[in-house]
């Protein structure tokens, strides 16, 4: 794994945490227990913070970043997508943040809340709680049901499972 101290920052990395030997981790990020950092990951905390709660996904080729001085909350049991961007204040627990995605400066986005695919929450905007956003600017298209709360909950244990499989397992370079 890739940890990198930066300005006497250095990142935290909870129990049961799998964060991929490809990934950047650098500054203060505090990653919570049993989460799952993927390869090709870039997490920033070099002046600012990243808080990332317990049982969170971070996907593929993702990118958070925290603004000078400030925070950037993920919640728990999170899931962001492949290759999205993150440089919002607060991530709710539970929420989703599709692929290809972006969540921009000051942004806000609710507990439970789905942002879709390649959706773009532009500076300063709020998701409400347990809506499903797509398009850019995002625009809530419905409510959040139960079929959503059941296959995100099964993606989210996917992601746990893989984590500690990985932990298990590590990767073996073959070439």
């Known amino acids: 794994m890739a940890l990198y101290r930066f300005s006497g920052r250095e ?4 129990e049961g945490t799998y964060v991929s030997e490809l990934a950047m981790v650098i500054g203060d990020v505090r990653i919570g227990d049993n ?9 920033r905390g070099d002046y600012g913070t990243i808080e990332i709660g317990p049982g969170t996904a971070v996907e593929e080729g993702t990118v958070i970043h925290a603004p ?3 925070t950037c909350r993920i919640g728990k049991s999170v899931t962001l997508g492949h290759g999205c961007i993150v440089h919002g ?48 600017p995002a625009r809530v298209v419905r409510n959040i049901e139960p079929r959503d709360v059941e296959f995100w909950t099964w993606v989210k244990q996917l ?11 590590g990767m073996e370079k073959i070439g």
């Open 68 to 70: 000078p001085g400030g």
């Open 89 to 136: 204040d607060d991530i709710g627990d539970y929420s989703l943040i599709g692929l290809g995605a972006v969540v921009s400066l000051n942004a806000v986005v609710g507990t439970w809340a789905i942002v879709a695919e390649g959706c773009v929450v532009k500076n300063k905007g709020v998701i409400p709680e347990k809506v499903v956003v797509a398009g850019n």
């Open 11 to 14: 990142p935290t990395i909870g």
């Open 159 to 169: 992601y746990a499972d893989l984590a500690h499989q990985y932990l298990r397992e």
């Open 35 to 43: 989460c799952y950092v993927g390869h090709g990951t870039v997490l």
